[in-house]
């Protein structure tokens, strides 16, 4: 079972200013002269960690597996679009700061319409319907251009409104900082509601529901209030990728950006106040630095999720939390003592099975390590692979 | 050249992400070749097209470096924009950071469009970075009409082009009375429709339009329910813009209920729709290309050789990558100068031999003229049919030629002009 | 009538295809709980896997041995992992049968590629089975037919007819009991598992070389069949089956039917330029939506589906 793990920084004396100092840090990035490059990918991750506190709130929270949650966040990306896009909006003086509102107000109304019939369920039904619904509205995306843009999506510029703040946020350091401080915002909101009397219910509607009825309270009813707040706040997560992206197309709505969501969230940690944060930054850097050297980073992507789901139901941020809390009672040594077998050995093998790989898929290319490697250095490393799993089977056994 | 793909960069890459701020600079500075940025969708369903575009780019510009004589070589970096607007954005980011002035690709125009868009944003906010965007594939006519940019140009003929070459073609065809159209549910089945029923109804005022369909791209399994309808219309010609999946489907569904009718295609020389062809499309299978094979000068043998050496399961069939590489050199020679701002200039109303034939750039739309190609499926003899495609022995035979000049579209373009 | 009678004959024909994955699916979900999202993924393994056979030995062989392969996958998959997992709800079950579908389909193209493969039908299936309103019917699609009956039927004897499947329907309605009577009730799940994975092997083997066999198969109708399953009502065979012929049939009668939304909504028309967005829609055009919108219909009208017993 999972449990509802809220910050730990309020509980120790120094962690709560190290956090808001570590944040603060990643917020103010662009002072360090970080390049264009550097600050899309972090927007990136800010947009995507943003998406995965919604998500969070529904699939850590109230256990709600949703297949669908790119409906919110891609309607909010689009309502962002023709805001940025509508003379009369840029007429009425909105400023730029103010967008996200406008997808979260979609992504409120999308989740009013599709809450109702997908929320009525919990557990397996739930995902189908999600599912269902996801493909849904994907399939109408090429039907109407008028709404969508067609194929070429729709194009936008987030220097086309002034700001309060900024004169306008063109530039790729001002854009940073408003998407950073949103997203902070975003994950924050989501944070709070899970501690608010909803995000109690929401817990309770996953461990009992039976219970929750029988006290009174109806638990559809909770989980579509929570898929009202999990809507708006996906939807302000789009807006926020339209002012970094500036453009919106179908792949906002697709299934594979709400397969990405849950991805990031199970690989975080479902249940982690920085979860979200760390799997959208795990696969903001698989996607965009990984994906540089090797056609099989979606594989190892997957890969990773699975290991994740079988292994570390807590996720990476799970992982690091106990790698924390025994290395405060270990100590150095007793760390390296205890884990040092079992941490090499698992090195060793997923190095020894990801050279099998590359050497087994991409030796007809004739590039690289294809290449300083005859065929049979697939099968040598394969087995070398092998022992190492055997070695590290046996090292944990001792851990146990 | 060399590649992003590169295997021995992996164990390094994987172990090393301590390293990962260095990358951005790795191995860009102080080398005489210019670099050009290629975006192709290495990943997902469009993966197969993407792979094709970038070898053939790959080929291209080594026989381009390969001239004697040379005195600018092309260094071309290949990226993977997994067909998502979003990451062709990340990409552009991190090339422009690099100083790369050359953006290339193809797929679809989600894609291209964004990156013309983002391209035109930049150019705007950075004067004196300017970029450019090199188009080989993304036939929208948008792009050169209400789309069009400054920084743009495009090295294939677009959408209307290929469909006033086809219906002029199919106009002489006078047992041609009833035509089908089906194409995908989006942009470019729609201008493939549209094209053909204007065109038709200018060129051939007796030639009835029996049937419209439009499908969900990539969604159909069974095209049989289609090809009842078809049958059931009594049409004798087909047009369609399909391709991949989609067109393999309808020609194999077409075959299994015994449909006679002539396919008007865009793409049935490329992505398995010659291997679904087979002896059943013989005759009756045309498209409009712009890469004539059955020319075979000796640059094109070069190409076609070295693709089977090194990619034997990639075929030859767009010839924009090759013009586009020429274009580009004949601009640097024009120019003298390597300055995107310089080659854009030299660009414009450029007039050169292309790979097919002879080829201009017009300046009012940066679109580019080249002749295309109107040909019929047959078996290889050798001689009107020099290659089989796709490990068949069938290839196709050139029967209509157009030339640059007899195909030029009217425009909409109002070039917004630096400075 | 000139080409509904073929266009019922190709819903026939697809539609039970899309039975032969619907089953499987339907019986593992029944008795273990699990929505197996890699259904799709077995299926679309079965197709590669035969086709590699195909190859080597002929279509024949690849047409027994691939279901048979895909199969004992299914069955290791059980044993191995699945198992682990049901200790710690569905959640994770789902969870990771989804990652199974990104880890296969990233196999697959690694394994043969980014495009289409060359699996067709053999020569002495390529023929026309019987012509009838001026359209061929072809040779392959009525096989698609014998062997999905075939091996529904094989199914259905196994479950009803024999001691095995007394003990699986048992299973179905009282694991603890079984297992009290001093059956291995985990034996029984592996089996059932394998069963279901096998029938998608050959619903794979055969969609493969009727259909197209590409990396995107899967993808293509692993959602379709969720419908199916949903729409019949969780854990019916019979529901899955109708739901199928319906789903199967609907694409065909849409495109058969030549008409407009506006059409049938004339009054309609001109109040609002979205509206006539939607109204300017063909009913072919609709095709690919409508499953989705009938699954949401009715788990809002009647979640139990249209056959299940129990609500979803």
Redesign the interface.
């Known amino acids: 079972m999972m449990r509802l793990q809220l910050p730990r920084a309020g509980r120790s004396g120094y962690g709560a200013p190290a956090v808001g100092a570590g944040l603060a840090l990643l917020v103010l990035l662009p002072l360090f002269g970080a390049?264009?490059?550097?600050?899309?990918?972090g927007m990136?991750v800010w947009v995507l960690a943003a998406y995965a506190y919604s998500y969070q709130l529904l699939f850590g929270r109230a256990g709600m597996l949703s297949f669908g949650h790119a409906v919110y966040f891609g309607l909010g990306a689009f309502a962002a679009a023709h805001a940025l896009n509508s003379r009369a909006l840029a007429a009425m003086g909105l400023p730029v700061e103010m967008i996200p509102l406008i997808g979260m107000l979609a992504g409120l109304g999308a989740a009013v319409v599709f809450g109702f019939p997908s929320t009525r369920r919990a557990g397996t039904p739930f995902a189908m319907v999600t599912l269902g619904i996801g493909e849904l509205v994907a399939?109408c995306f090429?039907?109407f251009?008028g709404f969508f843009g067609?194929?070429?999506?729709i194009?936008t510029?987030r220097?086309a409104l002034g700001g309060w703040v900024a004169a306008n946020y063109?530039?790729?350091d001002r854009a940073y900082v408003l998407i950073a401080l949103w997203a902070l915002a975003l994950g924050a909101m989501a944070l709070w509601i899970a501690r608010t009397p909803l995000g109690l219910l929401a817990r309770a509607t996953r461990d009992n529901a039976a219970r929750l009825a029988f006290c009174g309270i109806e638990p559809s009813a909770v989980r579509f209030r929570l898929m009202l707040v999990a809507g708006a706040l996906a939807g302000a997560a789009g807006a926020l990728?339209t002012l970094?992206?500036?453009?919106?197309?179908?792949?906002?709505v697709s299934l594979a950006m709400s397969a990405n969501v849950l991805l990031m969230t199970v690989v975080g940690g479902p249940a982690h106040a920085f979860g979200p944060l760390l799997g959208a930054l795990t696969l903001t850097?698989m996607?965009?630095?990984?994906?540089?050297?090797?056609?099989a980073?979606?594989f190892y992507y997957g890969l990773m999720f699975i290991l994740t789901v079988l292994f570390a139901p807590n996720g990476l941020t799970g992982i690091v939390s106990d790698v924390l809390r025994n290395a405060r009672q270990l100590g150095a040594g007793g760390m390296a003592r205890r884990y040092g077998a079992p941490v090499a050995a698992a090195l060793l093998a997923g190095?020894l099975a990801?050279?099998t790989i590359?050497i087994a898929f991409?030796r007809d290319?004739?590039?690289?390590?294809?290449?300083?490697f005859p065929a049979w250095g697939a099968a040598g490393l394969s087995l070398g692979c092998l022992a190492a799993l055997l070695w590290l089977r046996r090292s944990l056994r001792g851990l146990a | 050249m060399t590649?992003?793909?590169?295997?021995?960069?992996?164990?390094a890459?994987?172990?090393g992400?301590l390293a990962?701020?260095a990358?951005?600079a790795r191995g860009w500075a102080q080398s005489p070749s210019v670099k050009i940025a290629q975006l192709e969708i290495?990943?997902g369903?469009f993966?197969?097209l993407g792979?094709s575009n970038a070898r053939a780019v790959e080929i291209g510009v080594e026989e381009f470096n390969a001239r004697p004589g040379q005195a600018v070589k092309l260094e071309v970096q290949l990226?993977?924009s997994?067909?998502?607007?979003?990451?062709a954005?990340?990409?552009f980011?991190?090339v422009?950071?690099?100083g790369v002035r050359y953006v290339t690709g193809g797929g679809?125009?989600?894609v291209v469009?964004?990156l013309i868009?983002?391209i035109g944003?930049y150019n705007e906010?950075n004067p004196g970075k300017e970029i450019l965007y090199l188009n080989h594939q993304a036939i929208?006519p948008?792009f050169t009409n209400a789309r069009c940019s400054y920084w743009h140009f495009r090295f294939d003929p677009h959408v209307l082009m290929r469909m006033d070459a086809l219906t002029t073609f199919l106009a002489v065809d006078k047992s041609v009375k009833q035509v089908f159209l089906i194409n995908q549910?989006?942009?470019?089945g729609h201008q493939v429709q549209n094209g053909a029923k204007e065109q038709l109804a200018t060129k051939r005022r007796d030639i009835k339009i029996v049937g419209e369909?439009?499908?969900?791209?990539?969604?159909?399994?069974?095209f049989?329910?289609?090809v009842?309808?078809i049958?059931?219309s009594g049409a004798d010609t087909i047009i369609t813009g399909n391709f991949g999946?989609d067109l393999?489907?309808l020609i194999r569904a077409a075959n299994?209920?015994?449909l006679d009718v002539k396919f008007y295609t865009y793409y049935a020389n490329a992505?398995?729709a010659p291997?679904a062809l087979g002896e059943a499309g013989v005759g009756r299978t045309r498209l409009v290309t712009g890469m004539d094979l059955n020319a075979l000068n000796p640059r094109m043998q070069w190409i076609h050789k070295r693709l089977r050496e090194?990619y034997p399961?990639i075929e030859l069939f767009h010839a924009a990558y090759f013009d586009m590489i020429d274009m580009l050199g004949a601009a640097f020679r024009k120019a003298g100068s390597t300055d995107p701002r310089a080659v854009a200039k030299a660009l414009e109303g450029l007039t050169i031999e292309g790979i097919s034939g002879e080829i201009t750039m017009r300046a009012e739309d940066h679109q580019m003229l080249a002749p295309l190609f109107v040909q019929t499926f047959g078996a290889a003899d050798g001689v009107a049919i020099k290659k089989g495609i796709e490990g068949t022995n069938f290839g196709f035979r050139t029967e209509g030629r157009f030339k640059a000049s007899e195909t030029i579209q009217p425009h909409s373009c109002v070039m917004k002009r630096p400075g | 009538m000139?080409?509904i009678f073929?266009?019922a004959l190709?819903a026939i024909s697809?539609g039970l295809l899309l039975f032969m994955l619907a089953a499987g699916l339907t019986l593992v979900f029944s008795l273990m709980g699990v929505m197996n999202f890699a259904h799709a993924s077995l299926y679309m393994l079965g197709a590669y896997f035969a086709y590699s056979i195909a190859r080597q030995a002929g279509f024949w062989v690849g047409l027994v041995a691939a279901p048979l392969l895909v199969a004992g996958l299914g069955m290791l998959i059980e044993r191995h992992v699945l198992r682990h997992l049901h200790a710690r709800g569905h959640i994770p079950e789902l969870l990771f049968t989804f990652g199974l579908v990104l880890v296969i389909e990233e196999i697959v193209?690694l394994v043969w590629?980014?495009?289409?493969v060359?699996y067709r039908v053999p020569p002495e299936l390529r023929g026309?089975l019987f012509e009838a309103f001026?359209?061929?019917f072809?040779m392959?699609?009525g096989f698609v037919i014998l062997v999905a009956l075939a091996s529904l039927g094989a199914i259905w004897w196994l479950i009803a007819r024999t001691r095995t499947g007394l003990v699986v329907r048992a299973a179905l309605a009282n694991p603890a009991m079984v297992e009290s009577l001093g059956h291995d009730v985990g034996r029984i799940f592996t089996l059932v598992f394998g069963l279901g994975a096998g029938l998608a092997g050959i619903a794979g083997a055969v969609g493969g070389a009727v259909?197209?066999t590409?990396p995107?198969m899967a993808a293509?109708?692993g959602t379709i069949i969720f419908v199916i399953v949903v729409v019949g009502g969780l854990g019916s065979i019979k529901g899955a089956f109708i739901a199928s012929l319906l789903i199967g049939g609907l694409?065909?009668v849409l495109?058969?039917i030549?008409v407009r939304l506006s059409d049938l909504l004339m009054p309609l028309k001109g109040l609002s330029s979205g509206l006539d967005a939607v109204l300017a829609l063909?009913a072919?055009?609709l095709?690919?939506i409508l499953p989705y919108l009938l699954m949401v219909a009715v788990l809002v009208f009647r979640p139990r589906g249209l056959f299940g017993e129990r609500e979803v």
């Open positions: 390049s264009r490059y550097w600050l899309v990918l990136q399939a090429l039907m251009p067609g194929e070429a999506g194009s510029n220097a063109g530039a790729a990728s970094l992206n500036e453009i919106v197309s179908v792949e906002s850097l996607q965009s630095v990984l994906s540089r050297f090797t056609h980073w979606v190095l990801i050279g590359e991409f290319e004739g590039i690289g390590a294809a290449r300083v | 590649r992003k793909f590169d295997r021995r960069h992996v164990l890459g994987l172990g992400s990962l701020p990358l951005g290495l990943s369903g993966a197969l792979e990226f993977d997994k067909g998502s607007a979003q990451e954005q990340t990409i980011s991190q422009a950071d690099q679809t125009s989600a469009g964004s868009d983002a944003r906010r929208d948008d549910d989006y942009a470019f369909e439009l499908h969900p791209i990539g969604r159909v399994k069974d049989s329910p289609f009842a309808k049958k059931a999946s393999v489907l299994d209920a015994g992505l398995g291997t090194k399961k | 000139d080409f073929p266009a190709n697809y193209k590629g980014l495009g289409a060359d026309t001026g359209t061929r072809p392959h699609k259909l197209v590409e995107a293509h109708l694409e065909s495109i058969a030549d063909k072919s055009q095709a690919p």
